[in-house]
């Protein structure tokens, strides 16, 4: 890449917080697999430090001065970068230094609270500092500044370009097509027998399976490593250095195989940026919802698949208990596919999983322009869980308290999630086009459906705003449709009738 | 402990040098044990950056000014923390600056070099980078300034204290010792059978085994770990979290057992350190021949002890291959300890290794005061092999190629790895005084010796000089007779003859 001297100070600067990055994320990653225990508190306050540098160097009068000079660069790499590294800058200049700090450490007091109120289920504890999150994050909103609806000032941090307008064109078409059709899987009279999979399955055996899988995606060994975490997560401590973590339940394989395969799916983005990429800001994943897009992909329209477990069974039988054995394949596929409306949504299968998260962000926008109180929410929760999935929580532990983000000060995240999945059924619908899927995975070719996502999706890193890749690739804008038909088409089958 | 606001700020300051080494110890260990391969190159550019910035903090003028006026404290452990920043300060700055660039950019290429010419046999090749390197030194040495011996000025940064005055007081005569003992072990009838302990023995058991020896050791697994590498460490990330690291041969058990050991000694010094010490520079080890003390202490007097495998050889049955049963404890016990000169030190037994060690000390002095040439190091190396261990090399590859430190630039390290042996002796012959150690062994009873250790030197950090600490623990200077009269007794016993 040819570049200006002055392009070329930015890129040195740049790397400077490359540096910080990759070591926080490195200590990120030993702190949730490999610390031990008494070693963590001095750890932690290192990577405070780091964060700080980070912080400093990204918010810096030498950043701005960047910003100004370089964005109009000819050079399209730069000039998307600076974009990128301006989002950075606005995002904490915009907001007053003493606000930011104060609104940092009331979050991680208000973290704590949060943990308390959910063991003892006492909403009202955590009632007034919700409050106080939810008053800051309208302040912030303006501070930042939006077109629209308030919401718009949060969405964008997370799902460039997205707007409550179009999330509203969708999301509740979404809801009600998904309600309709869990009714009628309610309805039908084949119930899959979950205990003849939830069965003893040692560890090992898994993660052999596990690393098998993986192995089959097209995931680079070579650039990471999968290992042992409470919560899994896929993390890129540097661009060759992409790692997958999976927690293992013994008594049920499909959260450490199917949550591999998850990861494992956010891992082949972050390994597929362009080489040329390595070193700008842009080599980045363009949105958490492109994110969410690739590994929802794998986990659900591969992993999940008919087809993959007609291909897989045999040699899943060679990792798996001798139980196993009496299970036709057919039936064991069925069975990984239970639809069941559950409280907690990261335990939602995919047929419900997306109302969990249009029910969130439809309280997060009433809460920011005010037509919904803090007060009201544990209220507010269970009628909505009862109107989208017709079940009713019957302690606020398994209702409004469940979730972190909202403790931790987070708004406008949740819907990366659900357009995740949209955007997945978008990617799976164009791809289908060019590559039979079924028979790759047949063929035992997954490699190729990974080499049309490097394509198309993960060579790009950020050099396009999500809406613009979802455009390029698929020819459209946001559309539920074909997330609905894949799962009319899937679920009919697994169940036996005819949904529509 | 109550501090000026002086005092605080600098404790503030050296907090930023240990956030920054903490991230690149960390990364050190990781490169080395989970990276892979793909991540290591971006890694090492931020390993390299992270060090540059240490480097700044520690010799920054703000640091001198510190330094300056925090010197005289009153506050003991200020003063001996001042000391310590201060030999760093001084160890950069007396060295012109662009002079050291050079040296380390020399000794980097010089370091590729010595592979190739240790891959081809071919001394040629590497003596032109050795005389560069030795110039280095010889000027460096003048920088630095020293009384008496050119030698001494490089002793010091690994070894305070300790002089060639000392050094020459002691090391011929162990020498002699030494190969007079071996001539006598050679001599005997006896000849441990090798080939019945060097079976194949798979690496799950082994590090079974070794994790609990390392528990017995008293090592704490929630402030460290054990991971598998090429060439085994301990490295301290914190002073709660000390890893230890060892390598696996399938076909030689001994390596990964008693080199687990020996870094598990390494470990059990850092862990042992004062939490009241925790954020303050004195919070280290005191001397590289302390630090070795240690980690040989546990090795030999412990791990390769007989009282240990009375002890645990029904346990290490356990997990050892089906044919060790045919094996009874005495014969294992002589067999593990065996005697036999060996060209490479690495590879060396207790009764051999000093000499090794001395060896390369005589070349080290008569090169740095211009005693000895370069070019005529081969012939030097094998005639003191001959004179020293009675064997000869037939390649430099086996003789003054093999080790690394020369190419690197280090001067003035290996006498460390000798006076760890004998300061280690002295320490076994005082706790000889207080405890039983064979009792405490027999007894499972470990952690009586690691307490012992604790109080009498780990806990101390850097508050002593390595010369001082030795002295209050053993009330005298260094003294080789302890380690030669332990090996006369342990080696009599094994090769059932009277040494003398």
Known sequence: MKL?????????????????????????????????????????ETLSYLSERLHQLQTS?????????????????IRRSIELVQREYDFHHKIPVEEFKAFVQFTSESESV???????????????????????????????????????????????????????GVFPKLQKDLSRLIEQVKASSFKPQ???????FPKE????????????????????????????????????????????????????????????????????????????????????????SQSLFWENFIGRSKAFWNTNYSTFLTYAPESFKNLAPNEFYRSINEVKPSFIRIEADEMTYALHIMLRYEIEKGLLNGDLNVKDLPGIWNDKMKDYLGIEPST???????????????????????????????????????INIEQAIEQNELKKIKEWLNKHIHQHGSMKEPLDLLKDVTGEGLNHQYLV????????????????
């Open 114 to 168: 949060w943990q308390e109120a959910k063991e003892k289920d006492d909403y009202s504890m955590f009632q007034p500092y919700l409050e106080k999150i939810v008053d800051y994050n309208i302040r912030f909103a303006d501070y930042w500044g939006y077109e629209g609806h308030i919401y718009n000032a949060h969405l964008k941090h997370y799902e460039p370009g997205m707007t409550v307008d179009t999330l509203d």
């Open 61 to 77: 009068d030498r950043m701005k001065e960047f910003i100004d000079e370089l964005r109009l660069s000819e050079n399209p790499y």
């Open 485 to 500: 038909k894949y799962l009319t088409n899937k679920y009919s089958d697994i169940y036996g009738i005819s949904l529509s």
């Open 205 to 292: 055996k898994q993660e052999a399976f596990a690393l098998h899988v993986l192995d089959q995606m097209g995931y680079d060994f070579e650039a990471g490593r999968l290992d042992e975490t409470v919560h899994p997560f896929a993390i890129g401590i540097n661009p060759q250095d992409v790692r997958v973590t999976t927690n293992y339940d013994e008594k049920d394989f499909r959260t450490a195989v199917f949550g591999t395969i998850h990861e494992g799916g956010h891992a082949l983005y972050e390994q597929g940026f362009d080489p040329k990429l390595y070193g700008l800001p842009v080599c980045s994943a363009t949105s958490m919802g492109i994110h969410e």
């Open 4 to 44: 200006t001297k002055k392009e070329q100070s930015f890129l040195d600067e740049f790397k400077k917080i490359s540096h910080y990055r990759e070591a926080s994320n490195l200590i990120a990653w030993d702190l949730r697999t490999k610390a031990p225990r008494k070693g963590i508190k001095q750890r932690s």
């Open 396 to 434: 606020d532990r398994e209702g409004v308290l469940q979730d972190i983000h909202w403790a931790g000060g987070d708004f406008g995240y949740f819907p990366s999630y659900a357009l995740g999945y949209i955007y997945g059924a978008q990617f799976k619908h164009t791809l289908e086009k060019e």
């Open 194 to 200: 979950i205990d003849q999979i939830t069965v003893q």
